[in-house]
T-cell receptor
Framework: RKEVEQDPGPFNVPEGATVAFNCTYS??????FFWYRQDCRKEPKLLMS???SGNEDGRFTAQLNRASQYISLLIRDSKLSDSATYLC??????????????FGKGTKLSVIP | DAGITQSPRHKVTETGTPVTLRCHQT?????MYWYRQDPGHGLRLIHY???????DKGEVSDGYSVSRSKTEDFLLTLESATSSQTSVYFC?????????????FGPGTRLTVT
């Protein structure tokens, strides 16, 4: 099982739709979780952190399910500008004061007019 | 946006030549990272630094070396470039606080090895 897995998509959704992505992780000791957004030929940009209690930022909601070892990202009222690839990041402490970041390969979203 | 620049932004080089990529930050963050991104593989960590002259290997470090002589600069060197090192290289920085390790990325360097 890969450490961090995402459905690569593409997810093609109409404007105004609600879309959800999941990201599963294999390391039960993982501590921190993030969602990044990456536009074509651009650098990844931090979208939001994922907290145990779940968190919301406008149209975006991130949730963590530690029991099932996945995080999710929900986008409501999709906009054309939401079209991008969404990367999940999982961080685990690896001992001796160091930690390991693992990126998923990303899920591509295309919002269609 | 975080103050991170990478140079050069694009480079074409021949197999066997040495190449150095530079990452420069103005945020005074302690950690700096080099990643490569390839289709089908996502972002993979090459090397990272947790302080001046403190570096460690990532998952794909073979064929790469790094140096960090001052906080703001992190250099990635391909001693003898190979075609398999054609990729997009991203630098990232972070300043861990508690359990938070948010990373901020530079604009990337597109390297082509012919």
């Amino acid at each position: 099982r890969k450490e961090v897995e995402q459905d690569p998509g593409p997810f093609n959704v109409p404007e105004g739709a609600t879309v959800a992505f999941n990201c599963t992780y294999s390391n039960s000791a993982s501590q921190s979780f993030f969602w990044y957004r990456q536009d074509c030929r651009k650098e990844p940009k931090l979208l939001m952190s994922v907290y145990s209690s779940g968190n919301e930022d406008g149209r975006f909601t991130a949730q963590l399910n530690r029991a099932s070892q996945y995080i999710s990202l929900l986008i409501r009222d999709s906009k054309l500008s939401d079209s991008a690839t969404y990367l999940c990041v999982v961080i685990a402490y690896s001992g001796a004061g160091s930690y390991q970041l693992t990126f998923g390969k990303g899920t591509k979203l295309s919002v269609i007019p | 946006d975080a103050g991170i620049t990478q140079s050069p932004r694009h480079k074409v080089t021949e197999t066997g030549t040495p190449v150095t990529l530079r990452c420069h930050q103005t945020e005074n963050h302690r950690y700096m990272y080099w990643y490569r991104q390839d289709p089908g593989h996502g972002l993979r960590l090459i090397h990272y630094s947790y302080g001046v002259k403190d570096t460690d290997k990532g998952e794909v470090s073979d064929g790469y070396s790094v140096s960090r002589s001052k906080t703001e600069d992190f250099l990635l060197t391909l001693e003898s470039a190979t075609s398999s090192q054609t990729s997009v290289y991203f630098c990232a920085i972070s300043e861990p606080a508690g359990a938070s390790y948010e990373q901020y990325f530079g604009p990337g360097t597109r390297l082509t090895v012919t």
